[in-house]
């Protein structure tokens, strides 16, 4: 599934796709509108509460200044961020405020004055976000405090050294509160608010100015005057807060209103983030001195938060199709130019020292769980091809294509299509997953192929189907381009599969040839009878039967088709000759002529379509004609030339053979004997090396004489 950083309209299916790039997938517009949170904290208000407690209970003794300075609040109008962004983004880039790089040097020559003001009038100036002139107030309360201290002011009221000191602390820790607000606010806001951060950065080194990190830890009690408030530490650790804020307010909906929920919040996420850190570069990053490293800390504040929020996602019980977004999105989107590794939000973001979103154990679970439910995912898929084949072919009866004059069947091609696109997609997450997932999906085909091969011979011999013998031939063909696309394209040992094909092969050619035999049978046990003598039956008729069957041979793809359709003509010539051989009652002459011109008639038509139709079995034509002419000649002289011809053509025939043939003729048992003792001596003689056998497969009847 696409993603893109605009997050334009995505397009979402349900399953993988072929090779070929399904086409009319349906789009989705989806948007996302935040709120913006409040800008304070809830701490803030504690701090705030105990302020005004003690501001009850006492009166400030210190004289009151009323006339207090203001810090500036100017505020910068940011444009509207989007991902379709300017060809240039230096134009929108200004120089760091007014020489933020000099920062130390003015805090140490133009330090701001504190005043005496009550503790009241110091929370205020917070409140107001005032905080340069109240961290100048609390530091003159404080050095106050300290120097009272040391003079030993306090040594007959030690409380109120403890009341002086924890005010100082309350109000730091104010400060510390609104640090952490603003920071936190920054990305909330539609604008950043720049001389608030300017104004913040300035704070932060006036109280690492005024409080130096010698490595004095804090005095015990509450005696924390003069140590170092950290508040560096404090603004790293509310970037952290806000990444994970925004991380966590990320749309999601329930798997119940929406099937795509994952990929849909996913987006959400990455549309949010990608917004969040191109503002940050252009807006965020001017108004902090290079030593903050800005972009970095938020970057890797946004990565701990995904990385957090992509384990917790990962430990939900999810499906196929949700197991493979979330792989896909963490592998294939995450660093990519779709999303951190955009070129408009280069070179400040970077990701090549980033740690791993999830750890290697989740990494392998979800990997696992991915190829445990993928496994019914591909039998599922199997079993809708099987499913398709009965009921928009089998059941309809819809004749397979003929492309380049051999009959096509789509079974080869999509089952390497699911195994193409499963391995592809797999393999885009990690090579180990393709692998896995390409030895799922042969496993899976080994189980396939007997499931899908006893469905077509249950269909097959439970009706007698027009469509069988080119479905029969398609398949077939589709099993050949099987072996020859995994061997080729996926470059597996298939040796495991040719058996199993092997086997139902044999299975479908001994039901074709079944089915050939229970239409040629009826036919051939006619020959010879009166019915057939009596020209009742067209001459053409057991030709038709056989061609309902060879005829679709053609359409097979060599070796197996000739091998089939020579079997075929053979079979045919074979059952022909033992019903004529088959003892009979003596005819006349007028009947014997009848038979022979019948024999001649009916093998010229079946040799003439066979060879037609592609057998290359020429060797077999002159059978039938031999004993035709034999069983017609009337000169015995003749007789005896045939029967040398049929025994030069067909050196397997036996003596049985040839006596069955003579006694058709209606020849006495002398007469037989004595052709046979001619014509037999031929057998004697070098065979003429035809390796075809014929008479050999002919089971020879008993000839029985009556004295």
């Excluded at 599934?1 to 072929?18: D, G, K, V, Y």
């Excluded at 570069?281 to 929020?309: G, I, R, T, W």
């Excluded at 996926?490 to 040839?513: G, S």
């Excluded at 014997?592 to 139709?613: G, H």
Aim: charged letters at 30%; a neutral charge; one cysteine or more.
């Amino acid at each position: 599934m696409n993603r893109n950083t605009e997050l334009r309209p995505r397009s979402i299916t349900s399953e993988p796709a072929s090779p070929t790039n399904s086409t009319g997938e349906e789009k989705m517009e989806v948007a996302c509108e935040l709120s913006s949170p409040t800008l304070h904290s809830g701490d803030s208000g504690f701090f705030e509460r105990g302020i005004k407690t003690m501001l009850s209970i006492r009166k400030s003794k210190r004289s009151l200044n009323k006339e207090k300075g203001k810090e500036g609040t100017g505020t910068w109008k940011g444009k509207r961020l989007s991902f379709r962004f300017s060809k240039s983004y230096e134009e929108n880039k200004t120089t760091i405020c007014n020489g933020m790089e000099e920062i130390s040097e003015k805090i140490a020559a133009e330090p701001i004055q504190g005043k005496p003001l009550s503790v009241m009038e110091i929370n205020e100036l917070i409140q107001k976000r005032q905080l340069l002139e109240a961290f100048a107030s609390i530091k003159y309360l404080e050095d106050e405090t300290i120097a009272e201290r040391d003079a030993e002011k306090y040594k007959d009221n030690p409380q109120e050294f403890v009341r002086k000191s924890k005010d100082v602390d309350l109000l730091y820790n104010s400060i510390t509160n609104m640090i952490q607000s603003i920071v936190v606010g920054t990305l909330e806001q539609p604008t950043v608010e720049d001389t608030m951060l300017n104004s913040l950065v300035t704070l932060i080194a006036h109280e690492e100015a005024a409080h130096p990190n010698t490595g004095n830890t804090a005095g015990p009690g509450s005696d924390l005057l003069g140590t170092p408030r950290k508040w560096r530490e404090e603004w790293r650790e509310a970037i952290n807060e806000s990444a994970r804020k925004r991380v966590q307010r990320v749309p999601m909906a329930s798997k119940k209103e929406e099937s795509f929920w994952l990929d849909l919040h996913l987006g959400f996420l990455q549309k949010q983030l990608s917004e969040d850190l191109l503002k940050i570069k252009l807006s965020v990053k001017k108004c902090y001195p290079e030593e903050y490293q800005v972009c970095d800390m938020y970057v890797e504040a946004f990565h701990n938060a995904v990385a957090s929020h992509l384990q917790e996602l990962s430990q939900r019980p999810l499906e196929f199709n949700e197991l493979y977004t979330l792989l896909d999105w963490v592998a294939n989107i995450y660093r990519s130019e779709l999303f951190l590794g955009h070129p408009d939000l280069k070179p400040e973001v970077k990701t090549e020292n980033l740690s791993l979103l999830l750890t290697p154990a989740d990494w392998d679970k979800l990997k696992n769980d991915y190829i445990t439910l993928a496994k019914g995912k591909i039998k599922s898929y199997f079993g809708n091809i099987l499913r398709l084949e009965v009921t928009e072919k089998w059941e309809k009866e819809v004749h397979p294509e003929v492309k380049e004059n051999l009959y096509h069947s789509s079974l080869s091609f999509d089952i390497q299509t699911i195994i193409g696109e499963h391995m592809k997609i797999s393999g885009a997450i990690s090579r180990s997953l393709g692998t896995k997932m390409l030895e799922l999906c042969l496993a899976e085909l080994h189980e396939f192929v007997p499931r899908f091969g006893e469905e077509f011979v249950a269909w097959s011999t439970a009706q007698d189907s027009p469509v069988f013998a080119p479905y029969f031939t398609a398949y077939i063909n589709s099993f050949h381009d099987l072996v020859s696309g995994l061997e080729r394209v996926f470059k597996v040992n298939t040796e495991e599969l040719q058996k199993i094909l092997a086997t139902l092969t044999r299975n479908f050619t001994n039901i074709f040839l079944n089915k050939l035999r229970t239409k040629a049978q009826p036919l051939l046990k006619k020959i010879l009878t009166k019915d057939w003598i009596l020209v009742t039956e067209r001459p053409d008729s057991l030709a038709s039967a056989v061609s309902q069957f060879s005829e679709h041979l053609q359409h097979m793809r060599e070796p197996m088709g000739q091998e089939l359709l020579r079997d075929v003509h053979k079979y045919v010539v074979r059952e022909y000759i033992m019903q004529v051989i088959k003892p009979r009652r003596k005819m006349n002459g007028e009947t014997r002529q009848q038979v022979s011109e019948k024999m001649n008639q009916e093998a010229r038509i079946l040799n003439n379509m066979l060879i037609s139709q592609g057998s290359d079995s020429d060797w077999l034509l002159p059978a039938i004609h031999h004993i035709a002419n034999i069983i017609g000649e009337k000169k015995k002289d003749k007789i005896k030339e045939y029967v040398k011809e049929l025994c030069q053509d067909y050196p397997d025939i036996r003596k049985e053979h040839i006596l069955a043939v003579l006694a058709l003729r209606g020849l006495g048992r002398t007469r037989r004997a004595a052709i046979f003792r001619q014509g037999f001596r031929v057998l004697e003689s070098p065979s003429s090396g035809e390796d075809s056998t014929l008479f050999a497969e002919i089971d020879a009847p008993v000839i029985i004489s009556c004295f």
